[in-house]
């Protein structure tokens, strides 16, 4: 119970610095905390490439979770040996919601406030969703993670995708959380089961993890 009363304050203080931020900036990469786009697109290509290489099906369903303004569906719609998944966006921010509604209006219907799918999908994937923190306990940081990607693998038929900024110990600096990348692999496939993890092409730092179900 107390650890769920201090998930819900750390997102209280999420909820405020994206408002905030999105309110800046505008949708745009810096409205959600990133350096650039070259780097957003970068981390989106290699969760969607993954993605790819483990099911080729024509119609894979994806859920974006802490989609922000959206930018994942605009690169979607933009490449073409992407444009076979079905997009679901979610986002605990009701501001960024209505931000991709009103960018996407006839494909609004596609995008929820919360924390996980509305319906169960191939995959859930989540693209800086976990970097911005504001804390500097890591502990805590690590279990809201594990209780986020705990409650969308109930939903995921296939597995998990993501992306970590990763240094030599899991640490908080400047209010972003880094993961220790042979730490998170072994407590992921603790819970969850046999977890893979790549470098991130062109962002240093970066690593994309695969959490497949058997």
Not at 141 to 149: C, G, K, P, R, S
Request: net charge positive; proline share 5%; glycine share 6%.
């Amino acid at each position: 119970m107390l650890r769920k009363v201090m998930y819900a304050a750390l997102e209280r203080k999420l909820k405020r610095a994206y408002e905030d931020r999105l309110a800046a900036f505008g949708p745009a990469p810096k409205g959600v905390f990133w350096r650039n786009q070259s780097t957003q697109i970068a981390r989106f290509d290699a969760l969607l490439d993954l993605i790819t290489t483990m099911t080729p099906a024509a119609n894979t369903s994806i859920a974006d979770i802490g989609c922000g303004y959206g930018a994942m569906l605009e690169f979607l719609q933009k490449t073409p040996r992407y444009q076979r998944f079905h997009y679901t966006g979610v986002d605990i921010n009701r501001a960024m919601v209505n931000s991709c509604k009103e960018r996407f209006p006839a494909q609004k219907q596609l995008f929820f406030v919360g924390k996980q799918p509305p319906l169960p999908v191939d995959f859930c994937v989540f693209s800086g969703t976990f970097n911005l923190c504001n804390t500097m306990d890591t502990s805590l940081w690590h279990d809201y993670i594990f209780a986020n990607l705990q409650s969308c693998w109930q939903l995921s038929r296939y597995g998990l995708v993501l992306n970590l900024l990763c240094a030599p110990q899991t640490q908080i600096k400047n209010q972003i959380f880094y993961a220790e990348r042979q730490t998170f692999i072994a407590n992921a496939s603790r819970v969850f089961g046999p977890t893979h993890a790549c470098s991130t092409p062109h962002v240093t730092g970066d690593v994309t993890f695969l959490i497949a179900k058997s």
